[in-house]
Antibody, heavy 120, light 107 residues
Framework: QLQLQESGPGLVKASETLSLTCTVS??????????WGWIRQPPGKGLEWIGC???????NYNPSLKSRVTISVDTSRNQFSLKLSPVTAADTAVYYC????????????WGQGTLVTVSS | EIVMTQSPATLSVFPGERATLSCRAS??????LAWYQQKPGQAPRLLIY???TRATGIPARFSGSGSGTEFTLTISSLQSEDFAVYYC?????????FGGGTKVEIK
């Protein structure tokens, strides 16, 4: 079964760059037909899709974040990453990585999530 | 961007009762609609995809229906473990969008 694990700093200063990595196990990004995505959830609020990337590097982003977001993939490490810059307090959230079925349109497997707090 | 609107925001239900949750899309998403359950401190869990297909391991008391712009998630007889927040998500168009969620609480 696929497992995903987010990693990265839990505290980022305002105006700097949030960087997170998702490590995938139990399956190969390079041989998968899935997209690999990031979703976030501010404390006490709902889910917000950030973006998705395919193993070829083809990506789609939330228009509201597109100017600040970069998602990349490293198939040799079986990882994909999120960069968000510059950040503000409004970017404080739990960040989840998940796989997204290209043909099913669903997020099947999720990481446990990691809280990133933006400090002033 | 397709806006997903869920109602009600909070649903109070007695254990054993039926719960009906609604999700409306601002334009047709065909049947590209998924439902997720989220409990406090946990990641969301896929319940339903394709508007009506239960994901692996999901109990039969969960059912989804609808197409186009109107969708429903029904929990036929609420168990204690079903009290949680439920989200719908469309995948008919990029950008992917989620509804605001419905919290199902014990009455």
């Amino acid at each position: 079964q696929l497992q995903l694990q987010e990693s990265g700093p839990g505290l980022v200063k305002a105006s700097e760059t949030l960087s997170l990595t998702c490590t995938v196990s139990g399956g190969s990004i390079s041989s998968s037909s899935d997209y690999w995505g990031w979703i976030r959830q501010p404390p006490g609020k709902g889910l917000e899709w950030i973006g998705c990337i395919y193993n070829s590097g083809n990506s789609n982003y939330n228009p509201s974040l597109k100017s600040r977001v970069t998602i990349s993939v490293d198939t040799s490490r079986n990882q994909f990453s999120l960069k968000l810059s510059p950040v503000t307090a409004a970017d404080t959230a739990v960040y989840y990585c998940a796989n997204y079925g290209t043909f099913t349109g669903r997020f099947d497997f999720w990481g446990q999530g990691t809280l990133v707090t933006v400090s002033s | 961007e397709i806006v997903m609107t869920q109602s009600p925001a909070t649903l109070s239900v007695f254990p054993g009762e039926r719960a009906t949750l609604s999700c409306r899309a601002s334009q047709s998403v065909n049947n590209y609609l998924a439902w997720y359950q989220q409990k406090p401190g946990q990641a969301p869990r896929l319940l339903i995809y394709g508007a009506s297909t239960r994901a692996t391991g999901i109990p039969a008391r969960f059912s989804g229906s609808g197409s186009g712009t109107e969708f429903t998630l029904t929990i036929s007889s609420l168990q204690s473990e079903d009290f949680a927040v439920y989200y719908c998500q469309q995948s008919n168009n990029w950008p992917l969008t989620f509804g605001g969620g419905t919290k199902v609480e014990i009455k």
